[in-house]
């Protein structure tokens, strides 16, 4: 094993580092380059001034702790777990439907940004327009956007069969087939899936009549579902 030292000149923002390693040292395949996150905080330009931080008290304890500047902890504490990123990711997972997100770009502009749970979109808000009303029909819009969405995806697993065949494949691509069969020619279909009993009743958005002609004999039929149950 052979260790040499590269030398780059000064990096500074926006410093494309792996590219210039690149192009001037032979680099071979098996070498293991090593970077000092020094030189890679200077390439992103993520250089902060430790007068520009004015430590929490958790901040505080931490450095008395650790023998630290607390404004140092401070800063380690804004990159680590505390960034806006990982916050937004955190509300993300609890489902949180509306979130607002406010930064000191958007505390200097007046503005909030908000984004919503189930669009992947995000948008400015001015903080005045941010009031009781707006916040309802949001949530408004958005409960109907997840409504029609529930429906589309229960549409998209029901098929309306009118043969066994039908029904079979419909089974086998484990969505749920409605079809019309008669009390005697039932237990057929248990051949494809569980039948999930006579419905008595249909959802509005489903576009279908209760009865109908039995798929297996051609006899009067009531609507049924069949499925494949786990
Ligand atoms: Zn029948």
């Known amino acids: 094993m052979e260790i040499v030292g590269l030398k780059l000149p000064l990096i500074k923002e926006g410093d494309d580092i792996a590219k210039m390693i690149v192009e001037n040292f032979d680099v071979e395949n098996g070498d293991v380059i090593a970077i000092c996150s020094t ?6 330009g993520r250089i902060a001034r430790l007068e520009d931080y004015s430590p929490s008290d958790r901040a505080i304890e931490i450095a008395e702790k650790i023998g630290e500047d607390a404004r140092f902890v401070q800063a380690v504490l804004d990159e680590s777990d505390e960034r806006p990123g990982a916050k937004y990711y955190k509300w993300e997972l609890k489902g949180v439907p509306i979130r607002f997100e406010i930064g000191p ?3 200097e502009n007046g503005e909030v940004v908000v984004s919503f749970r189930d669009e992947r ?5 001015a903080f005045d ?3 009781d009303d707006t916040i309802l029909r949001w949530a408004k819009e958005l409960k109907e956007r997840l ?3 529930a429906i589309e995806n229960a549409k998209s697993k029901i098929v309306i069969c009118n043969s066994v065949d039908e029904v079979a494949e419909t089974v086998e691509s484990r969505r749920v087939a409605l ?13 494809y899936g569980s039948v999930l009993g006579k ?4 959802s509005e958005w489903l576009d279908v009549n209760l009865e109908g002609t039995c798929v297996v004999c051609g006899g009067k039929g009531y609507l049924v579902g069949v499925a494949k149950t786990y």
Not at 179 to 191: G, I
């Open 199 to 202: 419905m008595e009743e249909k």
């Open 147 to 149: 409504k029609v969405r």
């Open 129 to 131: 327009e941010i009031n």
């Open 105 to 107: 770009k958007e505390a």
């Open 39 to 44: 030189v890679v905080s200077k390439a992103e």
């Open 179 to 191: 079809v019309y069969v008669c009390e005697d020619c039932e237990r057929e279909l248990e051949n």
């Open 121 to 125: 979109k995000k948008f400015s808000v």
